[in-house]
């Protein structure tokens, strides 16, 4: 099965930017980044079809902006004006019905006010 891995987290302050980067070990459909803060479930934070076609959580649109490039098989997520509510570890995976799928390690995000 194809491994996916994230990277690019770090610790910001708030109005900061960080770009994400999810590697597929292979060809990849449909990709969402997703996030958990603690003590909340995750949720879907961006995701992009192959053909580009993009969908954002209310609370990112026009903060976050979600791409791919088929080729290399990965998925970026350029995050800008970061807030505090945004503190999270952040995760790659399928769009989707996410029921059953392995999640790995995540790449955390921390912006300080």
């Known amino acids: 099965q194809v491994q996916l891995v994230e990277s690019g987290g770090g610790s910001v302050q708030a109005g900061g930017s960080l770009r994400l980067s999810c590697a597929a070990s292979?060809?990849?459909?449909?990709m969402a980044w997703y996030r958990q803060a603690p003590g909340k479930q995750r949720e879907m934070v961006a995701g992009?079809?192959?053909?580009?076609?993009?969908h954002y959580l209310d609370s990112v649109k026009g903060r976050f902006i979600i791409s791919r490039d088929n080729a290399k098989n990965t998925v970026d997520l350029q995050m800008n004006n970061l807030k505090p509510e945004d503190t999270a570890v952040y995760y790659c995976?399928?769009?989707?019905?996410?029921?059953?799928?392995?999640w790995g390690q995540g790449t955390q995000v921390t912006v300080s006010s």
């Open positions: 292979g060809s990849i459909n449909a």
């Open positions: 992009i079809s192959r053909g580009g076609s993009r």
């Open positions: 995976n399928l769009w989707g019905d996410i029921t059953g799928l392995t």
